[in-house]
């Protein structure tokens, strides 16, 4: 039998805006469907995930805005930079996901996108609430109060 492949370069890309502006409520990992150079650029981590949202068409979940720059070393087969990917998740998840997101104030927000153990790209979607402005003050507030915690601790 063969090794199993190990992966040196850990891919962890984050929606930092996303904890901000949004209250998440619910969260869940699901695969994406990725044409052939998508994956060697996420590997080398150019995603931007600050303007992608998730949405359902025809009652699959699809990731749109999600920004993956094209691969360098491509020639003529590259990809698209901004398209639509489907999101792979169980059929439960997916009624659960529908009947919540169609709440008035709730939306699926893509928080972070990784590559799992065996090499496959995995995001994480939150199901989120915006927050208001005292909400986004309140949380300046708590961080800025444990950072001065830990300033204290140090010294």
Known sequence: MSKPKKFDKI???KNKKASYQ???IDTYIAGMVLKGTEIKSIREGKVSL???F?????GELFVRQMHIAPYSMAASYNHEAIRDRKLLLNKKELEKLQTKSAEKGLTMIPVRIFINDRGLAKMEIALGRGKKLHDKREDLKEKDAKREIQRMAFN
């Open 22 to 24: 949004f209250e998440f």
């Open 50 to 52: 600050t303007e992608a």
């Open 54 to 58: 998730c949405v359902f068409i025809r």
């Open 11 to 13: 891919v962890n890309i």
